[in-house]
């Protein structure tokens, strides 16, 4: 048994921006299931929604800007689990209303460097047992840039725990000018290019790349990509430096949330053996967009944060000719505004096919996923994604562009994997308009065979995407170290 202090900006369902949330969520109980002790460790939002109790724990004095300041360590339990939950408790900084990352007006919150320094310097404290709680990690894994300032920090502890760094998303990296780093009163000796500074700038990311004992991200391919230019941010030369220590993790899917047979969002039941149920979620997601019902045509369909690396772009420069053919779709999102309007625009142009919700809606993205015969995700880099392992969970066959998890959990159904029966959806390479439509159209083709589709659907529906398999590779990282 180990002892984890698992450092998260968000974990669902206490708070959750994205993907990142969903694997704070759940690798750490899949992990507690496998015998290890697990604690997270989250900032206490004002956002936060609980019905758990929350307890006051101790109060840490932490160096800032402007000198020494208290914040507090409260303790709760991950909703529904035994989880331990640590919220790190410092009001001026995150009792806002706004989300982790922007403010109540979606404005990125303008002290984000000294908020999640503050954090980075609480989990320090608390990795060196100094936090007045009686407990000391073994191992303290830390997760995207928010948290990219532990590793650094705790490499000037002597002894210190061992670090674990978790990529999610090279795209988010914290980068903030050289001042800041002077402001925050970071340590001198991180400055540098072995250290935090990335061209002149201070990079959080870094700190976890550069200081970390072990680098894992989310798929085994995206481990590659990011190793290279296109998908390195001109971190790739540090990746492959460090790659006897990158390891890629497929992210696991918290399977009781996401079960067609126990979900209480969706309007019925079903599970491989009564695909023909399916029908009813079809039905009502028509209902729900105001489509016509209709059994038959193919309902497509995307779940997504509208922005750059989904692929919108693809979907919308291919959208006019996507639309004439047999099939209606819906569209559940938020994000950039441009594409938000333009969305909306074809929605109200094409009353009878096609329908948008902007917004968040937890419930609604379920009965999405119950409801949809094919689901889109043609992202241009996917480090691992996981609504199009949702999809294959709930015989909603995804249509996904080849990169990063994408590549890794999804098997294009070709004539060999049809007639193995390992064929899972569709897959395209070329970030292009005409290859999406070339793929939706294949996908119309199988559609239209009856069989062969509920083939793919199964193939889908049965394969093991638990925690429970991932979690024991990151056991085996955390034992080699
Ligand atoms: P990312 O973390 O890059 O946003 P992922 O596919 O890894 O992408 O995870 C996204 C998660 O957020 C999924 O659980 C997805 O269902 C959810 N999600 C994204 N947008 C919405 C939305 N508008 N409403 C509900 N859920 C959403």
Known sequence: MKKILFVTSEAYPLIKTGGLADVSGSLPKALAEQGEEVRILLPNYQ????????????????????????????????????????????????????????????????????????FCRVAVELAMDRGYLGWQPDIVHCNDWQSGLVPALLSLEQPHPATVFTIHNMAYQGLFEKTVFTTLGLPKSLWGMHGVEFNGLLSFLKGGLAYADHITTVSPSYAEEIQTPAFGYGLEGLLSHRKAVLTGIINGIDAEQWDPETDPYIAQFFNAKSLGKKAANKAALQAKFALPINKKVPLFALISRLVEQKGIDLILEGLEEM???????????????????????????????????????????????????????????????????????????????????????????????LADHTATGFVFDDATPGTLLETVKRALLIYSQPKLWRQVQVNGMKKDYSWSESAKQYQKVYDAL
């Open 323 to 417: 639309l004439a053919q047999p099939l209606q779709f819906v569209l559940l999102g938020s994000g950039d505004k441009g594409f938000e309007q333009q969305l909306l625009a074809f929605a109200q142009r094409y009353p009878d096919k096609m329908a948008v919700f902007l917004g968040y809606d937890e419930g609604l993205s379920h009965l999405i996923e119950a409801g949809a015969d094919v689901f889109l995700m043609p992202s241009r880099f996917e480090p691992c994604g996981l609504n199009q392992i949702y999809s294959q969970r709930y015989g909603t066959v995804p249509i996904v562009r080849k990169t990063g998890g994408l590549a890794d959990t999804v098997t294009d159904a070709l004539p060999d994997t």
């Open 47 to 118: 956002a936060i929604k609980t019905d758990e109790a929350i307890f006051f724990k101790s109060t840490l004095s932490i160096a800032e800007a402007g000198g020494m300041v208290a914040a507090n360590i409260l303790e709760t339990r991950l909703p529904g689990t035994a989880v331990t939950v640590w919220l790190v408790d410092f009001a001026d900084y995150f009792g806002l209303p706004g989300n982790p990352y922007v403010d109540a007006s979606g404005v990125a919150w303008p002290n984000n460097a000294a908020r999640f320094a503050l």
